[in-house]
DNA sequence: GTGTGTTCGCTTTTT
DNA sequence: GCGAACACAC
């Protein structure tokens, strides 16, 4: 396509947008404002130009979102084979440290360290400095070392960063917990962007090589941007400011992690020649929804002001439904729908179901299965938390890099072959000691007689046969899932499922799961040009995964309701959306409500987030009742339903009652 | 060291 | 109302 042709179609403050390519701009882009469009639009003409598409980077939130615009991309630019650079923050960190991070004193195939894990450590150390699980949880410590790494707070000086006793303490365990992870040759998710962030300050030569990467960068949901990010897209831009910055201070949904809304507030001081383009015509929802919307985020104080203006006219209303409880809730939404599929030709895939909680999604998906509609359960981590999936990515870990230690002490008596705690505490003791590798300490152990022979041995005899598995999979004349099936095979882990579990049909969900990872392993075998097991493990700490499992469920995916927190629908669009628990406590979040008026602010975006998410029919929900531990309890109706709503509408709705 | 029964505690949101 | 962590018996 000629530049004429591809902006042909963008009104005139999209093609404005797209078409200035040389120095910082700033694109302020509501929702539903096609955003997406003009990025990759914008990197299109650039490509058309002659600029080689590996010159341009491209950072977004997600990894699904980075799929989705390649493909936009090769669209744009017709069948020519492209490999633009588009990443997520994290995979891009990733790849930098992997050619690099040996500077910094770890080993190029560091594994990234799982949640779980990261909360075993924390509790590990947390023991170590003798603190008490009263005092100060494992979940606590992390929080806080996240918000110090994301600052970038070194160990060195996070005490003067401590702000009550509990940072105090917290600061005491940040040192041995960083220096547990490097012995481990593990990194977590916040060093992936502190590495790199220390990996550009120390040494030049390394930033120079990566800054002379790209002619272009352009990073979309600006306003989610934190600290360590906001510095390494600067140290990467520093030499030409090439740099174009997409997003919506509405939208900004991710202060609890770190994002700075600032960022996007204040670009221009940072860039006093950033030119800066509104984008104000939504494309995406009907007036009505966009009024609420409009009305909705007006009650917030900090924003830059702003009114989307509408294309499309509503032919339904915005509807406002209470139920006596949850259940209810989702019985009458699951009947709606079935009703849309059934009589008004309406597809499955049409139908979105947000809600603010993980919990929230139970009672939708009996209702949807009981009435054999399909759906998908969207961004839930659920499959990778299940115990046999994480055992075994802890062994495919253990494998890939003998340092993890994490992974290790998850599995080595998994299934049970006599390695009992006081040996495992006995070894670690001493290879703390010693600084010395697990096995080498189980070894020094035995000489000094400090470990009974028949102990050691059973651990020494798990480190051959860890010997034999990391041999298997490092040969090439078997695809990494035959790999994995042979080592499930050795482990006689299937027996042991069903020796574990009394329930015929836990047996069997659990079975399946197995052979689903296996299957995922298989699929990425097909779709990565040189598969290797750390990088497959990558993808999976990166949350970077097609949908796993057979092609019959992709089929499903493809025309299935929607079950998502409004989080992950950040981005998406769906033709009839359900925005369901609408209560106090809910929406806003019990915290927030405990909180400042900015956590509530936030929730309120996150709230727009929600209602723009919607093209067509927008239905807002709220139970009576709601169960909560077993108990149900009374419920309010959320504040931002009155926010919403016109004065007028507000005085039907209490006149009703 | 392994297998069991019981209590406790917990629920934001995720790259 | 579920899963992990603990206590206790073999």
Redesign the pocket.
């Known amino acids: 396509m000629t530049p004429r042709e591809l902006t042909a179609s963008l009104n005139p403050s999209q093609r404005d947008a797209a078409t200035t390519v040389e120095g910082p701009l700033l694109v302020l882009a509501g929702a539903g404002t096609g955003k997406t469009r003009v990025i990759t639009t914008r990197m299109a003409l650039l490509i058309n130009r002659g600029t080689a598409a590996d010159r341009i980077l491209s950072v977004t939130?997600?990894?699904k979102a980075a799929k989705e615009m390649a493909e936009r991309i090769r669209e744009l630019i017709g069948r020519r084979k492209v490999k633009p650079l588009i990443s997520?923050?994290?995979?891009l960190c990733v790849k930098i440290l992997r050619d690099e991070i040996e500077v910094l004193g770890y080993r190029k195939n560091f594994t990234i360290i799982d949640?779980g894990d990261q909360?075993?450590l924390a509790r590990e150390v947390l023991r170590s400095i003798r603190v008490q699980e009263s005092t100060l949880?494992p979940?606590d410590l992390l929080a806080i070392l996240s918000r110090w790494k994301t600052n970038g707070v070194q160990p060195e000086s996070a005490g003067d960063h401590a702000l009550d006793d509990r940072e105090f303490l917290a600061s005491m365990a940040y040192r041995k917990y960083c220096d547990r992870l490097r012995a481990r040759n593990s990194v977590d998710?916040d060093d992936l962007l502190l590495l790199t962030d220390q990996l550009f300050a120390k040494h030049p030569d390394a930033l120079k090589r990566q800054q002379d990467k790209f002619d272009y960068v352009q990073i979309d949901e600006y306003q989610d941007t934190n600290q360590l990010q906001f510095r390494l897209i600067q140290a990467l831009v520093r030499s030409h400011n090439n740099l174009c910055v997409v997003g919506d201070d509405d939208q900004s949904?991710y202060a609890?992690?770190g994002a700075e809304v600032k960022h996007i507030l204040s670009f221009q001081s940072h860039f006093p020649t950033a030119k800066i383009v509104r984008l104000e015509d939504n494309y995406r929802c009907t007036d009505e929804i966009l009024n609420v919307a409009n009305r909705l985020v007006s009650f917030n104080r900090e924003r830059h002001h702003k009114v989307l203006r509408s294309t499309k006219k509503a032919v339904e209303p915005v509807r406002y439904e209470k139920f006596s409880d949850e259940v209810t809730e989702a019985e009458r939404i699951g009947l709606e729908i079935s009703y849309m599929i059934a009589k008004k030709n309406r597809q499955p895939s049409d139908f979105a179901i947000l809600f603010?909680?993980?919990?929230q999604p139970r009672a939708f998906e009996s209702e949807l299965r009981r009435r054999q509609i399909p759906y998908v359960i969207l961004?839930s981590?659920s499959f990778f938390?299940r115990?046999e999936i994480r055992d075994l990515m802890a062994y495919m870990r253990i494998i890939s890099q003998p340092r993890d230690e994490s992974a290790l002490l998850r599995i080595i008596?998994t299934p049970?072959?006599?390695?009992?705690?006081?040996?495992i505490e006995k070894i670690m003791k001493r290879s703390i000691i010693e600084g010395s590798p697990f096995f080498e300490a189980t070894r020094n152990a035995i000489a000094s007689g400090e470990l009974s022979e028949r102990?050691g041995q059973s651990v020494l005899r798990f480190e051959e046969q860890l010997k034999t598995w990391r041999a298997m999979f490092a040969t090439t004349n078997q695809s990494l899932g035959q790999s994995l099936r042979k080592l499930i095979e050795s482990l006689k882990y299937k027996s042991e499922v069903e020796r574990s579990y009394k329930e015929p049909a836990q047996v069997q969900t659990r079975l399946e799961s197995i052979e689903q990872l296996a299957d995922s392993v298989d699929d990425y075998t097909r779709r990565v040009a040189n598969p290797r097991l750390q990088s497959f493990l990558d993808e999976i700490a990166?949350?970077d995964r097609d949908e796993f499992g057979t092609d019959k469920k992709k089929e499903l995916d493809q025309n299935a309701v929607k079950l998502?927190?409004i989080?992950?629908a950040k981005g998406l669009e769906f033709p009839r959306v359900y925005l369901v628990g609408m209560e106090e406590g809910l929406l806003p979040?019990?915290?927030?409500v405990e909180?400042t008026r900015q956590?509530i602010e936030e929730e309120r975006r996150?709230a727009y987030v929600g209602v723009t998410r919607a093209q067509e029919s927008l239905t807002l929900t709220f139970a009576e009742t709601r169960?909560?531990?077993?108990k149900p309890r009374k419920t309010v109706p959320s504040r931002f339903l009155f926010e919403m709503r016109s004065d007028k509408q507000n005085e039907e709705a209490v006149e009703a009652e």
Do not use: M, P
């Open positions: 939130f997600t990894n997520t923050f994290h995979s949640r909360e075993s949880k979940g998710f949904i609890w992690r603010r909680t993980n919990e961004g981590q938390d115990k008596n049970a072959r006599s390695i009992g705690t006081t040996t102990a990166l949350n998502l927190t989080h992950s979040h019990k915290r927030s909180g956590d996150l169960r909560k531990w077993g």
